[in-house]
């Protein structure tokens, strides 16, 4: 299915692009990608767009309001940062910093108040020393709250280029 692409701020140097249809069942074969049909499927979906909007336009705000309280991210490294941590490092990024996601091969497997995303991003940063293109799989998890599904933990491991 080819991405689907969304401009997040006027100057469209930010965006993110994605496969439209973020799909879970929890009853499904996991290799399948079967339609969502129940509403919190739908839901999750949503919040996972969101997250990926939100990171490609470094909305702070946006990604602070989906994180849970709770939140850790476990980066490339190996290295477990809390959710003031994320925040931080998400500020840090110097204005006029172009990124791009795009995200593909996701599933989306929810277990009555807690989804599972799994998927494959391409992230692309154009900054004043050049361009940086890496590839990542990821590993969300999301839990339902009051105040609706908010994602407690995040996993990133890198992803080697294949050779030309």
Known sequence: MPPESATLRPDAQRRTERPADLTADPTADPTADPPADHPADAEVAAVLRRWMDGLAGNDTATLAGLMDPS???????????????????????????????????????????????????????????????????????????PAGWRIVSTHTSAVAEAAP
């Open 71 to 145: 939140l850790v991210h476990v980066d490339p490294q190996g290295a477990a940062h809390r959710r003031d941590a994320v925040l931080e490092a998400m500020r840090a990024i110097p204005a006029g910093t172009a990124m791009t996601v795009t995200v593909e091969d996701v599933s989306l497997r929810r277990f009555g108040d807690t989804a599972v995303a799994v998927g494959l991003t391409r992230l692309s940063v154009d900054h004043p020393g050049g361009r940086a293109v890496r590839r990542y799989r990821f590993t969300d998890v999301f839990v339902r709250r």
